[in-house]
C-alpha cells in the first residue's frame, strides 16, 4: 500500500509545490488502492534505478504519507469498499511482489557498487512501511470475512498469512528465521537501530549428531538453546520471514556449526553459552542471537562469509544514557533486522499470525505489535529529541534487587538469566513499567475506534494521542507515568532524580 499511495502522491498536481495542499487533497478523496496498485509497479522500476532517485522517490513520499490520517488509506463510499473487498486479495498479492522488486533493485546497486546509505535507509524504512500497510489491509479484509482461514503453525497457512516467493516452501539447514516476538523487550530490540527495524530475533536451522533437523537460536532467558524443528514451527510468533543463503554449500555448514557451537560450549562448561546484552560480537563467552548466526557463517566460511553486509547504526542515542544502562557500548551492532537487507540471502516466506495469542485477548497479535511499536517508538523519540529520563527512584531499585533476589532462588528462569547485568535489567524494567502505562491509554482509544471505523488507527495518530498523554500527565502533580519517566521541564516534586 505504501508504493501506491507514494505514487499516487508523486502523480498529483504539483499545486505550486504546496505539499499541504497536496495533502489536504488526499485525505479529502481516499486512494483506489486496487488502481493505484496496479499501475504502480513500473513506476517504481524506473524511480530505482539509480540511487540519488531512490531517496527522493522514497523519503520526501514517506514524510508526506506520515502527516496523513488513517482515512486516508481506506474506501469511503460503498462502491470503493465493494471493489477492495472484491480484489482486495490479489491487490496483497501485488503489493508482496513490490516489496521483492525493492529487494530486487536492492541488489542490483548493491551489485553495482552504487548502493549508497542514504538509499539503503530509505528502503529498510519504505519496507517497513510496506509492512504496516499490509497487515492494515489484512485486518480490513478479515473484519468483512474476506479472509477466514489462520494457521498457528509457523510458515503455514494460506496466503495472505503465508507470502511465498517460491511454489513450496521447504527447508534445508543453513536457513535463516527473522522473528518478531511478542514483548516490548523484543520491540525494543528491533526499533534500537537509526532505521529502525520490524524483527528482533534471528534463529538458524540446524542438525544435530542423530541427522535430525533443530532450530538452534540465543534467547534472553537461556542463552543458546537448541529445539526439535518441528516443535519450534507450533510457537505462535506475531512474524517470521524465512531466508535462504545463496551458496548452499557454505549455508549447509553454517547450518552444522551453529549446532556445533553450542553443543561444544554445554559439553565443556555444563551449561548454555550465556546471552551477550552488550550485543558484542567480540566477547567469545557470551553470544547475542545474531552474533550466534555470525560465528556459524565465519566457521562454514573459513572467515570468508562475515555478516551482515551492512550494520544498524545506533547514533540517535548518542546524546542520551540509554545504550550505556542497557550495557550496549558500541555504535554500530548486527540486529537481526539487518539480514534483510543482506543481498545474499533470497526472501523464501513471510509469514503473520493472525490470531489472537491468547482467548482472554481483545486485540489480535499482529494490531497488538503495532501499538506496542508506537509506544516503543514514543519512548525512544522522548528520550532523544525531547531530553525525557527514565526516573532513578527507590522503588525501580527496589523492584530490580527483588528480581535478581528471586531469580537466584530459582525463580523467574523465563524471564531473565541469572548474569543480567543490573543496570540492563533496571533499565527494562523501567521502560516495560512505563510501557504498560502508555498501553493502559493507547489501547482503549484504539479499540474504541476500531469499533466505530472497522480498521485501525494510522501509526502517527498513535504517537500523537501517546505524546497528548505525556503533556497531560505533566500538569499533574501525582502520576504514574511522572514516576517513571520524566523531562527537567515537566520536575513537580522536589528531590526527583532523573
Known amino acids: 500500500m ?22 489536504n487533497t488526499m485525505i479529502l478523496k481516499p486512494l483506489n488502492f486496487v488502481n493505484e496498485v496496479a499501475k504502480g509497479i513500473d513506476q517504481i522500476e524506473s524511480n530505482l ?38 480484489k482486495g486479495t490479489d491487490t496483497l498479492k501485488k503489493l508482496f511482489h513490490i516489496q ?27 519496507t ?31 496466503f495472505p498469512q503465508l507470502m511465498k516467493n517460491v511454489d513450496k516452501v521447504d527447508f534445508q539447514v543453513g536457513d535463516l528465521f527473522l522473528i518478531r516476538g511478542k514483548s516490548y523487550v523484543s520491540g525494543m530490540i528491533a526499533r534500537i537501530g537509526d532505521t529502525e527495524l520490524q524483527f528482533s530475533h534471528l534463529a538458524i536451522l540446524g542438525l544435530n549428531e542423530k541427522n535430525e533437523k533443530v532450530i538452534i537460536e540465543a534467547l534472553i532467558p537461556y542463552g543458546t538453546k537448541v529445539s ?38 554445554i559439553d565443556k562448561h555444563g551449561y548454555n553459552i550465556p546471552y551477550d546484552f552488550r550485543m558484542s560480537s567480540l566477547d567469545a563467552d557470551t553470544v547475542f542471537c545474531a552474533e550466534l548466526i555470525e560465528n556459524a557463517f565465519l566457521s562454514a566460511s573459513s572467515s570468508k562469509v562475515l555478516l551482515p553486509e551492512n550494520k544498524s547504526m545506533t547514533t540517535k542515542f548518542k ?10 557500548e558500541s555504535s554500530e551492532i548486527f540486529a537481526p533486522g539487518d539480514i534483510e537487507f543482506d543481498s545474499r540471502f533470497d526472501l523464501l516466506a513471510e509469514y503473520r499470525y493472525l490470531g489472537k495469542y491468547d482467548q482472554a485477548d481483545s486485540i489480535p497479535l499482529l494490531r497488538k505489535i503495532r501499538m506496542q511499536d508506537a509506544i ?43 548474569h543480567m547485568p543490573y543496570s540492563s535489567l ?18 482503549p482509544i484504539e479499540e474504541k475506534f476500531y469499533e466505530q471505523k472497522r480498521h485501525s488507527l494510522h501509526f502517527q495518530e498513535m504517537l500523537k494521542i501517546l505524546k497528548d498523554f505525556r503533556n497531560a500527565e505533566c500538569d499533574k502533580t501525582d502520576s504514574d507515568f511522572n514516576e517513571l519517566m520524566l523531562a527537567k521541564a515537566c520536575i513537580r516534586k522536589p528531590g526527583r532524580e532523573i
Open 128 to 158: 517497513r512501511y510496506v509492512r504496516f500497510m499490509e497487515d492494515m489491509l489484512i485486518e480490513w479484509l478479515i473484519e468483512r470475512k474476506k479472509i477466514t482461514n489462520f494457521s498457528s503453525d509457523i510458515l503455514s497457512g494460506e
Open 426 to 443: 533496571k533499565t527494562v524494567i523501567q521502560f516495560e513499567d512505563t510501557s504498560h502505562i502508555l498501553e493502559a491509554h493507547l489501547f
Open 228 to 265: 526439535p524443528f518441528e516443535n519450534w514451527l507450533k510457537q505462535k510468533e506475531a512474524r517470521v520471514v524465512h531466508f535462504r543463503f545463496k551458496d548452499s554449500e557454505v549455508a549447509d555448514k553454517a547450518g552444522k556449526a551453529a549446532y556445533e557451537l553450542a553443543r561444544s560450549f
Open 49 to 86: 534505478k539509480n540511487p540519488d532517485k531512490c531517496v527522493e522517490f522514497i523519503s520526501d513520499k514517506l514524510d508526506k504519507i506520515d502527516r496523513l490520517k488513517s482515512e486516508s488509506f481506506f474506501p469511503q463510499t460503498e462502491k470503493d469498499v465493494a471493489e477492495l473487498e472484491e
Open 319 to 328: 546524546s542520551t544514557s540509554f545504550l550505556k544502562n542497557m550495557g550496549i
Open 376 to 418: 516503543i517508538q514514543s519512548i525512544y523519540n522522548w528520550t532523544i529529541i525531547d531530553n525525557y529520563q527514565f526516573v532513578d527512584s527507590w522503588r525501580i531499585n527496589a523492584k530490580t534487587i527483588l528480581a535478581k533476589i528471586f531469580r537466584y532462588l530459582g525463580f523467574l528462569k523465563d524471564r531473565m538469566p541469572s
Open 2 to 23: 505504501i508504493f501506491l499511495i507514494i505514487l499516487a502522491l508523486s502523480s498529483l498536481p504539483a499545486f505550486a509545490n504546496d505539499s499541504h495542499t497536496e495533502i
Open 100 to 126: 521483492l522488486m525493492v529487494r530486487k533493485k536492492q541488489r542490483e546497486l548493491a551489485r553495482q557498487g552504487r548502493l549508497s546509505f542514504e538509499c539503503l535507509q530509505n528502503i529498510r524504512r519504505s
